[in-house]
Each structure stands twice: as C-alpha cells, then as structure tokens.
Nanobody, 126 residues
C-alpha cells in the first residue's frame, strides 16, 4: 500500500502558475506509477498526468500537455505537478493516486488506481 499526501493548492488568477506536491510513502511505491487526477464542481474525476517512478516515463492528456508538467524527486519521494497558464476551467480538487499496473494503457483510468490522497483544492479566478 502507498500513502499519499497532497499539498500546494490555493486561489490564483487566470494566467498564474501553481505547483502541487504529493508526498509518497510505502514499502514498494518505487515500483508504482503515480498520477494526478482532478474533479471539478459537478464533474467526474478525470486524469491529468502520470509518471512511472522507476523510469520517469510521463503521460498526459491533450488538455494538459504543454501547460502542465509532472515530475518526481527520488530523494524526497515527492511527485510534483507544475501548472502554468492556469484557466478558470482548471478549478478542481486535485488528487494524487498510485497504481502498480505495468500497462500504460490503464494509466488514464480512475479504476486502475487503488491508493489515493485526500486532495487539494485549486481555484482559478477569471
């Protein structure tokens, strides 16, 4: 099992940047893929980005690629989401999640992840 704790959310204006952090711990999380999901008001939880911990391979959606960057710090066991050029539609609770699946085609699906953090609120004002 992997324990995940998000931080870094807040209230920003459109066009601003924000960096989220996810502190990971657990006996074997280095074999996992960690991801960011988000859930806006009245919306389903959607995939944002993922990173495979031991290889550093990254995965994005067309919505976030180019504006968001996922990374990880091996030394600190922390995953990051750098968000630039934020838009009001990026307003959501952002969650980090972990999966042990080795199949990248499953990384985009919420159901592939068994461990979740508590979420951090990001609000972008226009």
């Amino acid at each position: 099992q992997v324990q995940l704790v998000e931080s870094g959310g807040g209230l920003v204006q459109a066009g601003d940047s924000l960096r989220l952090s996810c502190a990971a711990s657990g006996r074997t999380f280095s074999r996992y893929t960690l991801a960011w999901f988000r859930q806006g008001p009245g919306a389903a939880r959607e995939f944002v980005a993922a990173i495979t911990w031991n290889t550093g391979n990254t995965y994005y959606t067309d919505t976030t690629k180019g504006r968001f960057t996922i990374s990880r710090s091996n030394a600190g066991n922390t995953m990051y989401l750098q968000m630039n050029s934020l838009k009001p539609e990026d307003t959501a609770v952002y969650y980090c999640a972990a999966t042990s699946s080795p199949y990248s085609e499953y990384y985009y699906s919420r159901g592939s992840y068994g461990d979740w953090g508590q979420g951090t609120q990001v609000t972008v004002s226009s």
